[in-house]
């Protein structure tokens, strides 16, 4: 069987074997095989922790270069007396400003906040994922109607400028499947990439319904996979492939383990289609993943792309009882510079008010 290529229910349960590991050392590194660390993972350097803010929780921090030479940074926020499910229905996605991608980033302004009934959006907004694209400026983002997850639609605000006004939409910008499909639960992760032909490609994350309400497993429910929605125009309307999903690990797992991933970001760059995303079980719940693909619908076996933020030396507190993702990284998203990646904006539990914060790398 070729590693190379990750056909859509292909088994590879004979592989996952081999390659998994539970972390579970300070040295997680040294756990791990050669062969299942990407190219990716042997360039990055920590820079450290940003936007670590006193009464909130920061997630989902997307940066991008402005014409003033700044950074910046598209994120979400929500309020620390939510704890951490806040994100699901109290979340606001807000716009800081950096002179250089080490920080220090500075606050500038709520960009989205929830709109309140009636709308689509109305209980949050969350996943900022920013883009330039023909001339526009064009933040993809997660929102809810009732703050449940079967509520999570995808939405696109466009605006000329990065300091906005930005054009709110009306409608979600792509819809769930019908009852019984693969994403019949939600569209949520967007990862927009424009395609070398000129197409606009939307990669996003769902799973099926029924598969998450009858799940064994304990710890993560359901089977996420990625399917993949394509448009002529940036603001669609987006069609989904028609051999969706275009990543499943559901092959790789057993009745008592699943293996999924979210948090995709993709980019193209040397004439193939890169991702980067959160591992949920193909090798652990602490690491990255790294997959490519040359046509962006058939992907690679994956590799590790990133550690915990222990494995790189860094010292932090013991971890407090209520964060139990902490010191784990989370919604990896680069920052490109004519197209190719110089630094990786993470988001992980801990930081001085023991929240969360954005965790930067330079690409070296």
């Known amino acids: 069987m070729n590693r190379r290529t990750f056909l859509t229910g292909l088994a590879l349960a004979p592989f996952a074997r081999a390659w998994a590991v539970f972390i579970r050392d300070e040295k997680p590194s040294l756990l791990l095989p050669k062969r299942s660390f990407a190219k990716f993972s042997k360039h990055l350097k920590p820079v450290g922790r940003q936007l670590e803010m006193e009464d909130y929780f920061v997630w989902c921090n997307s940066p991008i270069y402005g014409p003033d030479g700044r950074v ?198 040397h004439g193939k289609f890169n991702l980067l995303a959160r591992d949920m079980g193909v090798y652990s719940h602490e690491v990255g993943l790294y997959l490519d693909s040359h046509d962006g619908r058939q992907w690679s076996y994956p590799k590790v792309a990133f550690l915990p933020i222990r494995a790189y030396g860094v010292q932090e507190p013991p971890a407090p009882k209520n964060l139990k993702r902490y010191g784990r990284l989370e919604r990896p998203q680069l920052l490109l510079r004519d197209g190719k990646p110089e630094y990786m904006f993470c988001a992980s539990q801990g930081g001085r008010f023991m929240t969360a914060s954005s965790f930067v790398f330079k690409i070296t």
């Open 72 to 269: 910046h940074l598209f994120f979400s926020r929500w309020p620390k007396s939510k704890g951490m499910g806040g994100w699901l229905n109290s979340c606001e996605i807000c716009r800081a400003v950096a002179d250089r991608p080490e920080g220090p980033f500075a606050f500038q302004e709520v960009v989205l906040a929830p709109r309140g009934p009636g709308f689509w959006d109305a209980t949050t907004c969350h996943n900022p994922h920013i883009q330039h694209v023909d001339g526009r400026y064009a933040l993809f983002f997660m929102g809810t109607s009732n703050g449940k997850t079967d509520t999570k639609r995808i939405g696109l605000a466009l605006a000329d400028k990065l300091e906005g006004p930005w054009t709110r939409p009306d409608a979600p910008l792509l819809l769930p499947g019908p009852e019984g499909a693969w994403d019949d639960h939600c569209t949520t992760n967007p990862a927009f990439v424009k395609h070398p032909n000129g197409q606009c490609w939307l990669y996003y994350k769902s799973w099926n319904t029924n598969e998450y309400q009858t799940s064994k497993d304990p710890v993560v429910r359901g089977n996420r996979k990625y399917g993949l929605a394509v448009a002529e125009r940036l603001e669609g309307p987006y069609v989904k492939f028609a051999g969706n999903p275009v990543i499943d690990f559901s092959r790789l797992g057993n009745n008592e383990q699943n293996k999924q991933f979210e948090d995709a970001f993709v980019w193209h760059q």
